[in-house]
């Protein structure tokens, strides 16, 4: 029957599933089934189709392009940074003077006594003296106030010990302090048996010369150069030679390293040097702006100072025209004609400075200069002048 056949067909069309084609020769009239249609190609199944039953080849897949491999680039060369200097260990404080030595130390006298105080005090009253002398201290005031472009230093010397080299570095550095609104420095470069720091009132040193020669950088500022050294009264700083060693040594190269480093901090530099005619104090005087030489008022010390002086006419000319003579009386009666000699060594082209006895200069110990006699102040007040003006015609 005609309703059988479509019957099976239905029958085989459930088994084929839904989607399939039916049997050759089962199907009704072919006006009735679709002839079969080619099957596209079937994409690649993902993993969720796979795991539904239905098994698909997967389409075939190109192996990945390898990526460049890149092109390493070389390091930076490091330029080797040269090591920097190691500094000294910091050196312990040490004491100027032994606690057991400055217990037999005696009160500090005044430069002269109260009876030629008194009478000096009287003639300033009834004479015209006193105009002068204040005309006078304001000239000299002036002078030691004059600004400086670059620091100017000033080397003091002598040809033997006892001739009060150490005393008037300290009378010199003492006036440009109490003058001069600058920074004021006093290097003592004779660190063998130098007194400068005893001789200025200091109580401990630390630094040294030498020490401070592997120290000072340009880039050092004032405030960290003066850590380094010893602070006086007012404006003025101390650099000791050494802590009081005997032997203790400062060669030429470090004593120039310290004063073209320190030039440019300090307005005036005041260096206490060795005797001559050692190496350090022979570049000291070289170096320096203006020299004063040390003499005491005795006969053997005006004759050696005299012989030196008429060794300096041979060199250039600027040596003994910025050099100035201070014969220090040691008593109160010298024992030669101080005025006589004096004018003996002028010949030479030289200036001479008479630095008068006083009682408080001549005990030692530290320099107080409200003890001090009014002759010396003004004695040292014109000598600085002087000096500080030589200075300044040497650039």
Not at 98 to 111: E, F, Y
Not at 340 to 363: F, I, M, N, Q, W
Request: proline share 11%; glycine share 8%; hydrophobic share 40%.
């Amino acid at each position: 029957m005609p309703n059988g056949d479509n019957w099976q067909g239905d029958v085989l069309r459930d088994l084929r599933g839904a989607s399939g084609p039916p049997a050759a020769g089962t199907g009704g009239p072919s006006s009735s089934v679709p002839p079969a249609q080619p099957t596209p190609p079937t994409p690649p199944t993902p993993p969720a189709a796979q795991a539904s039953g239905t098994e698909r080849i997967p389409a075939p897949t190109q192996p990945p392009t390898p990526a460049p491999a890149p092109t390493p680039t070389p390091a930076p060369q490091q330029i080797p940074t040269p090591p920097r200097p190691r500094r000294p260990t910091a050196p312990d404080s040490r004491a100027v003077v032994d606690s057991a030595l400055s217990g037999t130390a005696r009160r500090p006298q005044r430069g002269e006594p109260v009876a030629v105080r008194a009478a000096r005090a009287v003639r300033r009253i009834v004479s015209s003296s006193a105009a002068r002398e204040v005309a006078e201290l304001t000239r000299t005031a002036e002078a030691l106030q004059q600004p400086v472009t670059t620091g100017r230093q000033i080397a003091v010397t002598s040809i033997r010990g006892g001739a009060g080299k150490t005393t008037v570095a300290a009378l010199l550095g003492t006036a440009y302090a109490h003058y001069r609104q600058d920074p004021v420095l006093l290097v003592e470069a004779d660190p063998a048996l130098g007194s400068l720091p005893l001789r200025l009132g200091a109580e401990t040193l630390r630094w040294t010369t030498a020490d401070l020669a592997d120290i000072v950088e340009p880039q050092m500022s004032l405030l960290d150069v003066t850590g380094y050294l010893v602070q006086l009264p007012q404006n003025a700083w101390l650099l000791p030679g050494s802590q009081g060693q005997i032997g203790a040594m400062l060669d030429t190269s470090a004593y120039e390293r310290v004063m073209v480093a320190l030039r440019r901090y300090f307005g005036v530099s005041v260096v206490d040097c060795e005797t001559l005619p050692a190496e350090v104090a022979r570049v000291a005087l070289s170096a320096s702006q203006a020299r004063v030489l040390a003499a005491p008022a005795t006969l053997d010390g005006v004759t050696s100072t005299y012989a030196v002086l008429q060794w300096m006419q041979g060199l250039p000319r600027h040596m003994i025209d910025g050099t100035v003579v201070v014969l220090s009386t040691m008593v109160a009666r010298p024992g030669i004609d101080v005025e006589a000699a004096a004018e003996k060594l002028r010949s030479t082209g030289a200036g001479v400075h008479v630095l008068p006895y006083d009682r408080h200069l001549a005990a030692g110990g530290a320099l107080r200069t409200e003890l001090l006699a009014r002759p010396t102040r003004l004695a040292a007040a014109r000598l600085a002048a002087e000096v500080f003006q030589l200075s300044q015609k040497r650039r």
